[in-house]
């Protein structure tokens, strides 16, 4: 299993950003605010997330299954320049790939990654339930980086990485209404 999945498209894929990704995808799904993963608590973030695994999944199978499609949607938000295709509109794939180097590269914003991988999974998980069309995404981008610069503007980070993925626990309701 390490050889043909979980180096090949996780490690790889990646790129030593496993613990972030981890830490990432975490926040995401708990939504809650997690240390960012250090010498002195490694273990204890190692555990919060293999307790959450063995909460969450039947089995290991379906916890890869879930990991390989975040994973994917993780390098975007961590690639300088996304290779990926977002959208099959060439227009809005590049609008999207903007606003995300926006803000991961430019803002450096860490606080929101769990919510944007959110907003990302649903954008490219669609089901015949759920709606969530590339200008819902880029609109919301494009909301999320206007209250980014302001907050820059104004020097006030202080608080982002706790209240931010509270915001988390909300994707899934405003997916819910069919944006």
């Not at 995808?25 to 555990?47: C, P, R, W």
């Not at 879930?66 to 320049?81: F, G, N, R, S, W």
Request: proline share 2%; charged share 25%; net charge positive.
């Amino acid at each position: 299993m390490y050889e043909t999945i979980w180096y090949p498209k996780i490690e790889l894929q990646l790129t030593g950003s496993t613990s972030d990704f981890f830490r990432d995808f975490l926040q995401y799904k708990k939504s809650t605010s997690i240390k960012v993963v250090g010498d002195n608590n490694t273990k204890e973030v190692y555990a919060n997330f293999k307790n959450f695994v063995e909460e969450s999944y039947a089995n290991h199978k379906a916890f890869i299954d879930d990991i390989v499609k975040y994973v994917k949607l993780h390098t975007c938000i961590i690639q300088a320049e996304i290779t990926d295709t977002i959208s099959p509109d060439k227009i809005e794939d590049s609008q999207i790939k903007e606003l995300l180097r926006n803000f991961f590269h430019d803002i450096k914003t860490e606080a929101f990654k769990p919510f944007i991988l959110g907003l990302l999974y649903y954008h490219q998980n669609q089901t015949s339930t759920i709606i969530f069309s590339d200008d819902n995404f880029i609109a919301i981008l494009q909301i999320i980086r206007t209250y980014l610069i302001r907050r820059r503007i104004a020097r006030l980070t202080q608080g982002e990485n706790k209240n931010i993925v509270l915001l988390c626990n909300r994707i899934h309701d405003l997916v819910q209404k069919k944006i």
